[in-house]
C-alpha cells in the first residue's frame, strides 16, 4: 500500500514544469467536476438509501421481504455497466425514444425535447441508481440493532411517525449514513468507465488520459496525489462525524424493533419507492443486457466471452487466493496486538482508487525488471524481459493491495467471534505447527474464509482501472473487453461479457443480505 502512494508523491514533488503546468492546468476543472459529482451523488444516496431502509425496517407492507434482499441487487452492477446500458436505453437509437417519436410523429431529434443522458446530469442519475445501496445497507443494519423501547418512548410522548423520524431516527443513524455516503462517494471518485462514457472530467478520467494519451507521469501523479488527498478528507470527515458520540442503543431481544403495518396511499408509496430503485439501479440495466446479448448472440460472441472469462476466473482466483492469505496473516496480527499502525495502512488500499494505485506501481514495477534483467545479465548472461511490470503478478499485487481490507476485516471477525479455545484444545491433545493449521486453525475458519474469497474474486471481476492499466499485453478480461467495445460505439458485441459480470455479483450480494439477517433476528 505504501509503495505506490510514496512513489507518486515523489514523482508529483519532482515533476518537471510541463507536468506541474499541465497539471495545473486541467486541476481545478478536474476538481470541480469532481466535487460536484461526489456531493450530487452522495446527496441522491443518502436520501434514496435512508428513506428505503426506513421503509423496510419499520414498516410493514406488500413485498417487503422481498425488498429487504432486491433493494441490494443494484451493487451487483459495476458503475461503468451502470452507464453503458442507460445509454443505451435512454439515448436517440434507444427503446424510450423510439416509443416516444413513435407516439409523437417525431422523426428526428430537432422535433421534439427530451433530456441528454450523456451529460452530468446523467452521470449522477445512472451512478445513483446503483451506489444507494450502499446508504441503504448501511442504515437498514444499524435500524435493525436499535432497541425497540426508542421508537416505543417517541411514540408515547406523541410523537407522529415523521416527527419520530427526523427527531429520532435520523439523529441516530447518523453514523450509518455518513458511513455509506462516504463508501458512495470512494466509489464516484474509483469510477473511471462511467465519467468517461459520460464525457465527465473526472480527476480518475484526466489522470488516465494525461498518462495514457499525454505520456505525462509527473502530471498524472500530481492529480494523484489529489485524488488520496480528497479520499484522506473522507476518511477524517466520516470520523469526525462520529467523536465522542454513543450513537447505538443495543437492542433488547424482549423488545424487537417494531414494524408498523401501513394501510392506504402509504402502502402504494412504500411499495412504489421501493419497487422504482430495485427497478433503476437493477432491473432496467439487467433488462437491457438480458435483451442486448440474445439479440448478438452467436459464435464470435461466445468465443469472445468464453476467452476474456477463462482469463477473469483464472486472474481472480489468484487474486482471491493471495489477498486471504495475507488477510489471514494480519487479522492474526492484529488479533494478537502486533503492527496496529502498519495494518491500518495496509488496509486503506480499498479507499484508493484502482487507477491511482496502478499508476503508482507501474514505475517500481519497471524499475525492479530492469534491475533483474541487470543481475541476470551478469550472472547468466540472460535477459527474462518484464517479469513484474505488464504480467500477471502485477495484477495479482494490485489486486492484493486494493482488496486486502475486504479479506481482512471478514477474517478478523471471524477471529474475534471463534476465540482461542479450540486452538488451546488442540495444543493440550498434543497438535501443534502445521498440524494445528490444517486440521483445527483453517477448518474452523473455513466458512468466513470461503465468504471473504468469494468477495474479492467477485470485486477482481468488477475491477477495470487497475486491470485496464497493468494488464499484460493482449490479455483481456470481461471488465476490460466491455469497456473496449464500448468506448467504439459496439456495446452491444459485449453484452454477453457483460451480462457475466452482473451474475458472478449477484452470489454474495444475496447470499450477504440473508446471513446478515440472519445475525440480527
Not at 499502525?341 to 519497471?366: D, E, N, S
Amino acid at each position: 500500500m505504501g509503495l505506490p502512494i510514496i512513489w507518486l508523491t515523489i514523482a508529483a514533488v519532482s515533476a518537471t514544469d510541463g507536468g506541474g503546468g499541465l497539471a495545473a492546468t486541467m486541476l481545478p476543472t478536474a476538481l470541480r467536476e469532481t466535487v460536484l459529482l461526489m456531493i450530487s451523488v452522495g446527496a441522491a444516496t443518502a436520501v434514496l438509501g435512508l428513506v428505503a431502509a426506513w421503509l423496510t425496517a419499520h414498516y410493514e407492507f406488500p413485498g417487503r421481504r422481498i425488498f429487504d434482499w432486491a433493494l441490494v441487487l443494484p451493487l451487483a452492477v459495476p458503475t461503468y455497466l451502470a452507464a453503458y446500458c442507460y445509454v443505451e436505453f435512454l439515448d436517440f437509437t434507444g427503446p424510450i425514444q423510439q416509443v416516444l417519436r413513435a407516439v409523437i410523429g417525431a422523426e428526428t431529434i430537432r422535433d421534439y425535447w427530451f433530456p441528454p443522458i450523456r451529460s452530468d446530469g446523467g452521470a449522477v442519475f445512472a451512478l445513483t441508481s446503483v451506489l444507494y445501496p450502499y446508504v441503504y445497507v448501511s442504515c437498514r443494519s444499524y435500524f435493525l440493532m436499535q432497541s425497540g423501547s426508542v421508537a416505543a418512548a417517541a411514540r408515547t410522548l406523541g410523537a407522529s411517525g415523521w416527527r419520530s423520524f427526523f427527531g429520532v431516527t435520523l439523529p441516530l443513524s447518523r453514523p450509518a449514513l455518513v458511513v455509506g455516503v462516504t463508501l458512495a462517494m470512494m466509489e464516484v471518485v474509483n469510477d473511471l468507465g462511467a465519467v468517461q462514457y459520460f464525457g465527465v472530467n473526472s480527476l480518475t478520467a484526466v489522470i488516465y488520459s494525461t498518462w495514457i494519451n499525454r505520456s505525462n507521469f509527473g502530471g498524472a501523479a500530481q492529480l494523484a496525489v489529489t485524488i488520496v488527498l480528497i479520499i484522506g478528507i473522507l476518511i477524517l470527515a466520516e470520523q469526525w462525524a462520529r467523536r465522542n458520540r454513543v450513537y447505538l442503543l443495543h437492542r433488547d431481544t424482549r423488545v424487537a424493533p417494531p414494524r408498523e403495518k401501513l394501510v392506504g396511499w402509504h402502502t402504494v408509496f412504500a411499495f412504489g419507492f421501493c419497487s422504482l430503485l430495485v427497478i433503476l439501479g437493477f432491473g432496467i440495466p439487467f433488462g437491457e443486457l438480458l435483451v442486448l446479448a440474445l439479440r448478438n448472440l452467436g459464435p464470435d460472441t461466445l468465443g469472445l466471452t468464453l476467452a476474456a472469462g477463462s482469463t477473469t476466473v483464472v486472474l481472480a482466483a489468484l487474486g482471491a487466493l493471495v489477498t486471504v492469505a495475507i488477510g489471514l496473516v494480519t487479522a492474526r496480527l492484529q488479533r494478537r496486538g502486533g503492527a496496529q499502525m502498519l495494518i491500518r495502512i495496509a488496509t486503506l488500499g480499498y479507499a484508493i482508487p484502482g487507477t491511482v494505485l496502478a499508476l503508482g506501481l507501474l514505475q517500481p514495477l519497471g524499475q525492479a525488471d530492469l534491475w533483474i534483467n541487470r543481475l541476470t545479465m551478469a550472472v547468466a548472461d540472460w535477459r527474462p524481459g518484464l517479469i513484474l511490470s505488464g504480467s500477471a503478478a502485477a495484477l495479482v499485487y494490485v489486486y492484493a493491495i486494493r482488496f486486502l481490507a475486504v479479506s481482512h476485516s471478514s477474517l478478523d471477525a471471524a477471529l474475534k467471534k471463534r476465540g482461542d479455545s479450540m486452538l488451546d484444545a488442540g495444543r493440550v491433545l498434543g497438535v501443534t505447527g502445521w498440524r494445528l493449521l490444517l486440521r483445527v486453525d483453517l477448518p474452523t475458519l473455513s466458512p468466513a474464509l470461503l465468504a471473504a474469497a468469494t468477495l474479492v474474486f467477485v470485486e477482481i471481476v468488477k475491477e477495470l482501472p487497475a486491470t485496464l492499466l497493468l494488464r499484460p499485453l493482449g490479455v483481456e478480461t470481461l471488465a476490460t473487453v466491455v469497456y473496449a467495445r464500448a468506448n467504439v460505439s459496439l456495446f452491444t458485441e459485449a453484452a454477453l461479457p457483460a451480462l457475466g459480470i452482473v451474475v458472478v455479483g449477484l452470489v454474495p450480494m444475496i447470499l450477504g443480505t440473508w446471513l446478515s439477517d440472519r445475525r440480527q433476528r
